[in-house]
């Protein structure tokens, strides 16, 4: 593999990771693990195959796949923003519901190598679409400093205080919990479109890259600048396997291969989170806590 | 204006009452859902029709054994639930107690041996979600979850590299027949029911449910469970040794997850198979059975023996998928978990929860 096509399928891969790790971040700094997010992902990837074949549109395409993301978020929203259940058996349920009906959706129009979203050429694609990932990193950091960033975070550290001051709870995490299923929608319809990422679609293409942002996020301490960095250097671990067993260098089989992101998700999740985080910065207190009041008005 | 209550009863719903809530909230979820996403991908209602309402499966061998992995894997999950431990990592666990058995059927080591590499393989790896949890305070569910995909990679890794039975499909060679259970004799009358199930795991499943159903109300380590489950700073407290509460929750599940894993590759096709992808849900070996156990073993956390029915009804909805085919199995197998976990947490809402929803027009 040239070294050129290897940087830019890592620089591809990794403005995708960028874009979930963004929205697992606003989530979660507002209280809410969206484990759902593998089901937007899955939803999001199909949706964009099968509106790019039907509409002959890569555009569209990216529409509608962005936009379906949002549909695992609001069954997240419904159980575990508005009513008191466990928000991981929610968010694993919303994934498997949609990677049924990611199936479904794939499988309605004929299987055929879709078109890629190249604007004049791959390369400027690619670095184009690297380039708003990071800028929309930067954004969100200087969102999180806002009043708004304020209203989010307070709502992730103690719901119950942020309520007792007028915040309205449900509403802060139902609009952090919708656009981090967009962006779930996105990453899998970039998925499914990006030049020099994937071929054509198939079940289960993004099986598991969901729960994997899940496990890196608090690996990034929830700085949408260190988010970015961490997207990248996932990109780099998914495309380097590869690499490592082309050129024949390490002698990896293609299974064990394959196995590295998700070893390296769980080392990174239990080594910041367990051993340095705590140390280091504390992860937003009510994160994964559903807020539940005797009884509420909206 | 629109108003929503929520509240925590205080009071445990009866037996009774949780049989029929979570009777009615599976059937409507689970033939709703799987109903709307077979019609939705072409299938004829005719045939919908005959796969659901087949009442030959209501008591056929391969309904009775599947029920039966489901309860004892159900009843390992319980355990875990028990003590504060969700655990999701079933279908990785299943794969690596299968691979016990493959080892201990390479190396001519017998029955016995192949469980104890069983149980301390299951052991060492469920340990990792569960101390990281009491200890580090990380997600069991996350850690459990992603475990999963690098125990079916490595399984896909063994298969492939280790130990290819066959040259030209990645699969392990069939198991030593020296490592067996023991089944009915055709010349029984309950062979038409309980053949295909072996008798050691009919054994253990019904020593689990009592043994389960005193343990955890009546004896001091169900009390410790309950405390760890809670709190590992009140259970340190109040002086219950967590690294052996963990080593006995842990051995416990153990134990169960190697008869059900016994159970499903002895009594099947004796082979591991290579896992592409490693998919998790109806491609694997296991048929995503790990998952679905989680959601009874959440739901029959008080009472042990309700996993039997519930696991009875699951096992009623897997024959569904088998009797369907091709792509339309591959729906169905990734639906049904999540329809199964869904009708769970619905019920738990209903049973435990007073909701109630007013809709009026804003003034």
Redesign the interface.
């Known amino acids: 593999m040239a070294f050129e096509t290897l940087i830019l399928q890592i620089l591809s891969m990794g403005s995708i990771l960028i874009f979930g790790i963004l929205g697992e971040i606003l989530s979660e700094r507002s209280g809410v ?1 969206n ?1 759902g997010i593998e089901g937007s992902i899955a939803l999001g990837a199909a949706s964009a195959y099968a509106a790019t074949i039907y509409f002959d549109n890569c555009l569209i395409g990216l529409f509608l796949g962005t936009l379906s993301g949002v549909l695992p978020a609001f069954l997240l929203i419904l ?1 575990s923003v ?5 928000m ?3 968010g ?10 990611s ?2 959706i794939g ?1 309605l129009v004929p299987r055929l190598p879709q078109k890629r979203l190249i604007l004049s050429s791959e390369e400027f694609t690619i670095y184009l679409i690297f380039m708003i990932s990071l800028m929309s990193s930067a954004l969100l950091y200087i969102v999180m400093r806002q009043r708004i960033g304020l209203i989010i975070r307070s709502v992730g550290e103690d719901p119950y205080t942020a309520y007792s001051m007028g915040i309205n709870i449900w509403r802060i995490r139902t609009l952090s919990t919708i656009t981090s299923g967009f962006l779930g929608g996105l990453v899998g319809s970039l998925m499914i479109l990006m030049p020099m990422v994937s071929v054509i679609w198939r ?2 293409l993004t ?2 890259w969901g ?2 942002l ?2 890196i996020t608090p690996a990034s301490l929830w700085n949408p600048l260190i988010g970015a960095l961490l997207g990248i250097f996932m990109g780099m671990i998914s495309f380097l396997s590869i690499a490592i067993q082309t050129s024949g260098l390490i002698p990896l ?1 293609t ?2 291969a ?2 590295l992101p ?2 390296l ?2 080392f990174l ?2 080594l910041i ?3 340095f985080l ?1 140390k280091l910065i504390a992860a937003p207190r009510a994160l ?1 806590k559903e807020f ?7 | ?8 009863k205080s009071d445990e719903p009866s037996t009774v009452k949780i049989i029929i809530i979570s009777l009615v909230i599976f059937t409507i979820i689970v033939f709703l ?1 799987v109903f709307s ?1 077979m019609l ?2 072409g299938y004829e209602l005719k045939d919908l029709i005959n796969i659901f309402f087949d009442y030959r499966n209501l008591l056929s061998p391969i309904t009775i054994r599947y029920s039966i992995v489901i309860a004892l894997l159900s009843l390992a999950f319980l355990i875990n639930v028990a003590g504060g431990f ?1 655990n ?1 990592g079933g279908e990785g666990l299943i794969a690596l107690s299968m691979l016990a058995f493959l080892i201990a059927s390479v190396y001519n080591l017998g029955i016995f041996t192949a469980f104890v590499l069983s149980i301390l393989l299951l052991i060492l790896w469920a340990s ?1 979600p569960y101390i ?1 949890k009491v ?5 069991d ?3 459990s ?3 999963n ?2 125990a079916l ?2 399984i ?2 063994i298969v ?2 280790v130990f290819r039975g066959e040259l030209a499909r990645p699969r392990s060679p069939p198991i030593d027949p020296s490592i067996n259970l023991h089944y009915i004799s055709q010349d029984n009358i309950l062979y038409n029911y309980l053949g295909r199930v072996s008798i050691e795991s009919i054994i253990v499943l019904l020593v689990a449910v009592v043994f389960l159903t005193y343990l955890l109300s009546r004896t001091k380590i169900g009390y410790s469970l309950r405390l760890l489950s809670y709190s590992t700073k009140t259970a340190s407290i109040s002086g219950v040794n967590i690294p052996r509460t963990i080593f006995l929750n842990l051995l416990m599940s153990a134990i169960l997850i190697s008869f059900a894993s016994a159970e499903l590759l002895l009594g099947g096709e004796r082979k591991i198979f290579y896992n592409e ?3 998790i ?1 109806i ?1 694997s070996m296991s048929f995503g059975l790990g ?1 679905v156990s989680l959601s009874i073993a ?1 739901l029959s956390i008080r009472k042990p023996y309700i996993s039997l029915l519930y696991s009875y009804i699951l096992a009623l909805g897997y024959m569904m998928v088998f009797s369907s085919y091709g ?1 339309y199995r ?3 197998g ?2 049904i ?3 199964s ?2 009708s769970v ?1 619905l019920s ?2 209903l049973l435990r ?1 007073e ?1 109630r929803l007013n809709w009026r027009l804003k003034h």
């Open positions: 693990v484990l159980l508005y009513l008191p259940l466990n991981i058996v929610v694993i349920t919303s994934s498997s519901i949609f990677s049924a009906v199936i479904v499988n079940e289960g099986s598991g729960y994997i899940v496990a089989s299974d064990l394959s196995l998700y070893l998700a769980v999740y239990v989170r367990g051993l705590r994964a539940v009041l005797e009884e509420r008005y909206e | 204006m629109n108003s929503i209550y929520v509240r925590r859902g996403l939705l991908s969700i999701l990792i990281s200890y580090l305070e990380s997600s569910v996350l850690i979850f992603l475990q995909f690098i990679f490595i896909n890794h492939t590299h992808n490693a998919k849900g491609g998952y959440i792509f591959l729906i169905l990734v639906a978990v999540g329809l976990l869904l947490l738990e809402l929860y909701v």
